[in-house]
């Protein structure tokens, strides 16, 4: 029954995924009850489906990942060293991804931080990616917090966070769907579904911005320079503020999205307009394979671990 009950849940979210697609989006997206017996049909109908694999982008597996990115800047709040913004974990073989912890940055107070981390198990099958709470199992069926739909490149189509998925949100569902132009994500849409209190939902739409480099210079509020002298490395970037939007960044945390994360030139500057935040990327460290490694003052110095495994 336990097996059962998870990939009915697995059903629902797919059915939940469905109905945020365009064509859907004027209907009332509080489906809960009303989608049950669509679910059971698909429960012994789709949900074996399996995909092709060949040709695939996938980060969770081999090549050169980030294991771990660190900002210390909350540190002394901890005994030990938190996981913020992100740490993964790996099978035997230190290929697979197999777990997540991670935090995002945000605008609580540092000694509130122990509240928005999450723990998560890193499950694929085919084209789906389940983020599951790694303790859930302990008490009842395993909880899954995101479901990542991937397109046949491999690229993330849309994302499914359910209640928990960022703590910020508190009950609400979040969605977001994902739109490439010339191989590069160019327009997300989300949008926060409030179940418990009413049904209601709040929608958006947020734009990268590219220059003639291919460096992202803007999103949302975020915007970045580069020192366009110097070009090449492995590197990974990641914004000075992400407000609530925890599945763009939490997919960028697994890798999904290099053109973000690792622009052709060198970024100098992250400047958050809305919270009037700037981080200066001074001091940048590569290893003597051209991965960035460091970067910050010696006393608040953030600090990025590689796994590269062929």
Excluded at 90 to 98: E, Q
Aim: aromatic content about 14%.
């Amino acid at each position: 029954m336990g097996v059962l009950t998870v990939v009915f849940g697995q059903c629902l979210e797919y059915l939940l995924h469905q109905s945020i697609k365009p064509e859907f989006m004027k209907r009332n997206l509080s489906i809960t009850v009303s989608v049950m017996p669509i679910a059971l049909f698909f429960l012994f109908n789709s949900c074996g489906k399996e995909f092709p694999q060949k040709g695939f982008f996938n980060p969770l597996i081999g090549g050169c990942q980030v294991a771990e990115y660190h900002v210390p800047q909350f540190d002394a709040y901890f005994t030990s060293k938190p996981p913020y913004l992100f740490r993964k974990t790996f099978d035997a073989s230190g290929k697979i991804v197999r777990g997540m912890a991670c935090s995002f940055a945000n605008d609580n107070v540092p000694q509130s931080l122990s509240s928005y981390l999450l723990d998560v198990i890193v499950v694929q099958k085919d084209r789906r990616v389940f983020l599951i709470r790694a303790d859930s199992g302990k008490i009842v069926v395993p909880d899954t917090l995101f479901t990542i739909y991937l397109n046949r490149e491999g690229r993330p189509d849309s994302c499914i966070g359910r209640p928990g998925s960022d703590p910020e949100a508190g009950a609400a569902h979040q969605l977001e769907y994902y739109h490439y132009k010339d191989g590069r994500i160019q327009v997300i849409k989300h949008t926060l579904v409030h179940e418990l209190d009413g049904g209601y939902s709040e929608s958006g739409t947020d734009t990268i911005h590219y220059d003639k480099y291919d460096n992202p210079v803007s999103y949302g509020f975020n915007r970045y320079t580069y020192d366009y002298t110097r070009k090449g490395g492995q590197k990974f970037y990641l914004d000075v503020f992400m407000g609530i939007e925890s599945n763009f960044y939490v997919l960028q945390y697994l890798g999904f999205f290099p053109e973000i994360n690792n622009p052709p030139h060198l970024r100098m500057t992250e400047v958050n307009l809305d919270a009037s935040e700037a981080a200066p990327l001074g001091n940048q460290q590569f290893d003597a394979q051209g991965k960035l490694t460091s970067f910050g003052s010696p006393d608040s110095k953030t600090t990025i671990t590689w796994n590269c495994s062929r």
